[in-house]
Nanobody, 122 residues
Framework: VQLQASGGGLVQAGGSLRLSCAAS????????MGWFRQASGKEREFVAG????????YYAESVKGRFTISRDNAKNTVYLQMNSLKTEDTAVYYC????????????????WGQGTQVTVSS
């Protein structure tokens, strides 16, 4: 599986962005997907995850109620809708695919996209 993230950019605090992650390959629907982010000088952290059946989603406490993860298996794409953005959301955002393991741990993921920069200004 190859992943291509897009949709990042510069936005003012309180604004919104939608990230997309397009996957190649026919097996996209068999993978659970996640979004992570890494701010400058910090470790990569879990943001949101969605499992294969689309029904179940999970979020870091810091983004719960503001971010929404979704996927369209017909389009081989996973999305991250980010609303009410804060300056502390500034980071490089990565999408990732995993077959099994703890969804919040980066080491559980088998494939990673290249990352897209999100910058939130005050």
């Amino acid at each position: 599986v190859q992943l291509q993230a897009s949709g990042g950019g510069l936005v003012q605090a309180g604004g919104s962005l939608r990230l997309s992650c397009a996957a190649s390959g026919r097996t996209f629907s068999t993978y659970a997907m996640g979004w992570f982010r890494q701010a400058s000088g910090k470790e990569r952290e879990f943001v949101a995850g969605i499992i294969r059946n689309i029904i179940s989603t999970y979020y870091a406490e810091s983004v719960k109620g503001r971010f929404t993860i979704s996927r369209d298996n017909a389009k081989n794409t996973v999305y991250l809708q980010m609303n009410s953005l804060k300056t502390e959301d500034t980071a490089v955002y990565y999408c990732a695919a995993r077959d099994r393991g703890d969804m919040t741990i980066p080491g559980s993921y088998d494939y990673w996209g290249q990352g897209t920069q999100v910058t939130v200004s005050s």
